[in-house]
């Protein structure tokens, strides 16, 4: 799964990394490296721009993380949709029809992820202490995490209130490559650049086409280090999260690679 993220990159800097076209910038938000599920995260979307025609528009906005399916009765039932299984996103009620056509990339410095090492002593309570470790793209470069979006309406307001509309958003996950499947069995399923355009084509609507988008990354693509238990708490924040700590602090006598 992929319950938490950094990402710091500049709206400037995502508008030239994705080549958008349509970016508001009064619609900002503060550099994260503990994105958590309910908070606003950068998103890359291409969508008609209602006084420009029936084009897509490449676009940058902000969306809240953890999907709210149209016809859901409470927007509540997002903090448990932070993730998508892209085995079988084209057959779930939930998400069939945004995967058919409301696709976006979710920009990250990477993601955090929990491994509990069997020699590791006992945490809390008795149980067992869990190592976070931050996987990031090995070569420096932004990670563009496959997304879905959705639109939810909020009828106890009315539909002129800029508050009836709420804009949700969620990871397609796949299973993880063989050394990151170690730390978890699955992972955020990234789209590299080439399928950018593919991917955000609100036009492209066949399931079998577009499943066959969805290809894992290859061996070697990210790169893992341990990090300090900070980022646990949500209301931890600051570049330090992803600064990697000795491999002996973090496993004491186990391995793991």
Request: net charge negative; charged share 25%; with cysteine.
């Amino acid at each position: 799964m992929c319950g938490r993220y950094a990402s710091s990159r500049k709206p400037e800097d995502l508008v030239e990394l994705f080549e958008v076209e349509r970016w508001d910038p009064t619609e900002t938000l503060e550099a994260d490296w503990n994105v958590a599920p309910t908070k606003p995260v950068w998103a890359v979307l291409d969508r008609p721009v209602k006084e420009e025609g029936p084009q897509p528009v490449r676009q940058l906005h902000v969306l809240r993380w953890g999907l709210v399916p149209s016809w859901s009765k409470s927007a509540d039932t997002g903090v448990k949709m932070i993730n998508a299984r892209s085995e079988t996103v084209h057959e779930k009620p939930a998400y069939r029809r945004a995967f058919a056509s409301r696709r976006c990339l979710l920009p990250a410095d990477g993601y955090y992820e929990w491994f509990t090492p069997a020699t590791a002593p006992d945490g809390p309570r008795g149980s067992s202490r869990k190592q976070p470790f931050f996987i990031t793209p090995a070569d420096g470069s932004v990670m563009a995490m496959a997304g879905l979006y959705e639109w939810w309406r909020d009828r106890s307001r009315p539909g002129d209130d800029p508050a009836a509309w709420l804009c949700t958003c969620t990871v397609l996950t796949t299973d993880a490559e063989d050394a990151l499947g170690r730390i978890h069995p699955r992972m955020p399923l990234l789209v590299e650049p080439g399928g950018y355009d593919a991917w955000l084509d609100p036009a492209r609507s066949d399931a079998d086409e577009l499943r066959s988008l969805l290809v894992p990354p290859l061996a070697g693509r990210l790169a893992a280090h341990p990090v300090s238990s900070a980022v646990n708490n949500v209301r931890n924040n600051g570049p330090r999260l992803t600064e990697p700590i000795p491999v002996e602090e973090a496993l004491g006598d186990a391995t793991l690679f």
